[in-house]
């Protein structure tokens, strides 16, 4: 199957600041990609989906001012969590999806995010 | 909204035997997809098989195979001949055939396989 690769697998970071996640296909154009959130022993819970040159779609509940997302190219897009909070701490996995894809997504390694 | 439910928070199952996870779902569109993930502690999300809505015939992936029963809106995933690294989060996922294709997610099953 097709690769995508997440990074970084593991962050801390301090109250306050900001950290960005880079989700990127390798071996394929990747039209859509989806960021979604898990917390410990829970589902996964979509938080946005970005169209490669527009605008990410965001999910009820989701605050867009704090989690940025970029999708710039069609292998790379970005979750960019700002002024994190304790509260932020989760894992984000990313997946993406091509127009010959379309019947599968592909998931990143995901990502654990800590806030101190 | 669709939604996916998984009633079995946790599941055990001897080495070697089979075991069946259940999964039905709530959707009022007619072309569908569904899928089983496997997560296992690495949290990897790995693809363990695909059932179109349109398709009568059940999916079946070597020691996997599912039960579709459309009309009850259900989606069991049965595991043959388990064995050890079978052990993980199972995931029933729900995906509309038009619009932004994203996945909607059941609660998750935990499997445990005892040697």
């Known amino acids: 199957g097709a690769v995508v690769s997440q990074h970084p697998s593991r962050v801390i970071c301090k109250s306050g600041t900001s950290v960005k996640i880079e989700c990127r296909s390798l071996d394929f154009q990747a039209t859509t990609m989806f960021w979604y959130r898990q917390f410990p022993k829970q589902s996964l819970m979509l938080m946005a989906t970005s169209n490669e040159g527009s605008k990410a779609t965001y999910e009820q509940g989701v605050e867009k001012d704090k989690f940025l997302i970029n999708h710039a190219s069609l292998t790379l897009s970005t979750l960019t969590v700002t002024s994190a909070h304790p509260e932020d701490s989760s894992f984000y996995i990313c997946?993406?999806?091509?127009?010959?894809?379309?019947?599968?997504?592909?998931f990143g390694q995901g990502t654990r995010l800590t806030v101190v | 909204a669709q939604t996916v439910t998984q009633s079995q928070p946790e599941m055990s199952v001897q080495e070697a035997e089979t075991v069946t996870l259940s999964c039905t779902y709530d959707t009022s569109e007619s072309d569908y997809y569904l899928f089983w993930y496997k997560q296992p502690p690495s949290r990897q999300m790995i693809l363990v098989i695909r059932?179109?809505?349109?398709?009568?015939q059940n999916a079946t992936e070597n020691r996997f195979s599912v039960n579709f029963q459309k009309a009850a809106k259900s989606f069991s995933l049965k595991i043959s001949d388990s064995q050890l690294g079978d052990a993980a989060m199972y995931f029933c996922a729900y995906m509309r055939d038009t619009g932004r294709r994203a996945l909607t997610f059941g609660s998750g099953t935990r499997l445990q396989v005892q040697p």
């Open positions: 059932q179109e809505a349109y398709k009568q």
């Open positions: 997946s993406a999806r091509g127009d010959r894809e379309n019947t599968e997504a592909f």
